[in-house]
């Protein structure tokens, strides 16, 4: 695919490789540094890594886990694709529901290493033991590709070091010069945070899937510039397009702004769980799925520091100027920028929307930013070497702030400890049958199937409307019900043990976003009543029975006897 880009750039053909492979191999290795100083976590024990992998993440990669267990490949597509144990008693194709197309390849790919190394006799990893101190006993941490962990990880940070080798291309490609390529990689790490989470999130769906977005709207860019663009360059947007759509649910949705916005905004409206989001945003529609998005930070508006971020590193001003300029000149030939310019119009709209999504709307910043390099747009500055030295000092104001956010980043240290959990899933493993079924906290949840593959009712996958009618009979405990009600809801469900956390029933991150407040725009009702969690907090009995607890959980049991007269 690089090879259709590479035919209009002949002159850079020994300079391209290098600095492409230059900027690849620094974006690995800071994804990778940021990981490892977060988590500490090649010296995390195995179950540590699992646990370090919270919510969705420990659910994706579940999946993998499952996988590489199995006796064989075949064995472990088979189960995945006939999972009883992610919503129980349910029988679903999680490769279907989830995406997990990147889990069966990497898993694929470990059970091959694994097979070569034991043959050759080589070693895989490396381990130790840890001491963790006093009261707690000593773990085996491993580092080296045997790990499947470090496996797991390692090849996501590989193929978004790679991305950073396509973002190259791509601003080199738009703006006629290499400088405009280095534009857009500093662009990206002056504006790391803004840009990307994946080294925070590695499992996520978009750590696998955005990086082919950006080689596709490359190829899109080239076939928009080419008068008769080639067979071999439809095949390769096509192919690039595919690769972007099969690991995440949400790659639709992008694909239509590059369409037509209205169209977007159409689809939007019509998935239905969507359409109640943004009809919460603008008016004072509210029930208990719309809030269980609107009250994580992530899904509500743009925070009014990222535009402030934006404009420290001078991404912004610098991005106005170059729209401003594509649209003085748009009487001349300027589809392809024009069209740059409405897409990041798109995704500006988007972003002030639903904060998560500015991850969409910062790298194109980036990429917008290397127009500052192009002769085309900017000729009446003068001579190129005036050109450059202006770029030259706007990159050096650009670092001043870039820099001092690349150190923030690389000044977060930290070591991974959840020992309340910990003891959880430790005793989930001794204590219960295999078969026994749990529900709990979405995040949680994730947890005991990763790390005990006990059957649960509720994950974090909140998109299928099954699993949100699922997990809001399960949160009921969250609510202001009375205890027999929530407990017909688990009979119902055939839960065993519910994993019931204090920090749910009083977290609130905003007024009205406490999990008793949610349920009180559903269950009126009730409102005004002591919430159920906290009268469970206090005695379980007798509707329940407290079988574990430490500081941070406790395990209610279903009576078992009332389960059998049904």
Not at 172 to 198: A, D, K, P
Not at 216 to 229: A, E, F, G, S
Request: proline share 5%; with cysteine; charged share 15%.
């Amino acid at each position: 695919m690089f090879a259709i880009i590479a035919m209009h750039c002949q002159r850079f053909v020994f300079v391209f490789p290098f600095l492409a492979a230059l900027a690849g191999y620094l974006h690995w290795h800071h994804l990778s540094r940021l990981f490892e100083n977060d988590r500490h976590f090649s010296h995390l024990s195995g179950l540590e890594k699992e646990m370090a992998f919270r919510t969705e993440m420990g659910l994706y990669y579940s999946y993998f886990k499952t996988i590489i267990e199995a006796p064989t490949f075949l064995n472990g597509l088979y189960l995945v694709m006939n999972d009883q144990l992610t919503e129980y008693p349910l029988i679903i194709n999680t490769l279907k529901r989830f995406n997990l197309y990147p889990e069966v390849v990497l898993a694929s790919w470990y059970r091959i290493y694994i097979s070569i190394m034991d043959f050759l006799g080589l070693p895989t990893k490396m381990c130790w033991s840890i001491n963790r101190g006093e009261g707690m006993s000593a773990v085996d941490g491993c580092e080296g590709m045997g790990d499947p962990a470090y496996f797991y990880v390692t090849f996501v940070f590989l193929l978004n070091g790679l991305m950073m080798s396509v973002f190259f291309l791509y601003g080199t490609y738009l703006s006629g010069s290499r400088l405009g390529g280095m534009v857009t990689v500093l662009c990206f790490f002056f504006n790391h945070g803004e840009s990307t989470r994946v080294m925070w999130t590695p499992p996520l769906r978009e750590s696998f899937s955005y990086p082919f977005l950006v080689l596709q709207m490359l190829l899109l860019t080239h076939i928009l510039r080419t008068r008769n663009p080639s067979k071999k360059a439809m095949w390769a947007l096509g192919i690039s397009t595919l690769f972007f759509m099969l690991p995440w649910q949400f790659a639709q949705f992008v694909l239509l702004t590059q369409v037509k916005v209205e169209l977007f905004l159409l689809y939007f409206l019509t998935q239905a769980h969507i359409s109640s989001l943004i009809k919460s945003k603008f008016t004072s529609y509210k029930d208990f799925d719309t809030m269980m998005y609107t009250c994580a930070a992530e899904f509500d508006f743009m925070e009014m520091e990222t535009p402030l971020r934006y404009m420290k590193t001078l991404l912004l001003p610098v991005n106005m100027l170059v729209v401003a300029v594509i649209a003085g000149l748009v009487r001349l030939n300027l589809c392809m920028l024009v069209y740059h310019s409405l897409q990041l119009v798109a995704f500006a709209v988007l972003a002030m929307l639903i904060m998560r999504l500015k991850l969409f709307l910062t790298p194109h910043m980036c990429i917008m930013a290397s127009l500052m390099c192009s002769k085309q747009l900017f000729a009446w500055i003068g001579e190129k070497f005036k050109l450059h030295m202006m770029v030259f000092a706007v990159l050096a104001v650009m670092a001043v702030q870039g820099l001092a956010n690349l150190q923030a980043q690389w000044g977060i240290m930290g070591e991974f400890s959840n020992l309340p959990q910990e003891q959880l899933l430790e005793w989930i493993k001794d204590n219960t049958r295999p078969n026994a079924v749990f529900a709990g906290a979405m995040p949680t949840m994730a947890s005991v199937k990763l790390s005990t593959g006990r059957p649960i009712v509720n994950h974090p996958h909140y998109e299928d409307a099954g699993l949100r009618a699922r997990t809001k009979l399960v949160y009921a405990m969250y609510s202001r019900k009375p205890a027999d009600v929530v407990r017909r809801n688990l009979m119902q469900l055939e839960v065993d043990y519910f994993v019931l956390e204090d920090s749910w029933c009083t977290r609130r991150s905003r007024p009205g976003c406490s999990m008793p407040e949610i349920w009180d725009v559903e269950d009126p009702q009730n409102a005004g009543k002591v919430p159920l969690c906290t009268l469970m907090s206090r005695d379980s009995r007798p509707h329940f029975a407290t079988v574990f607890q430490n500081n941070v959980y406790k395990v209610l049991k279903v009576p078992r006897a009332a389960k059998e007269l049904r």
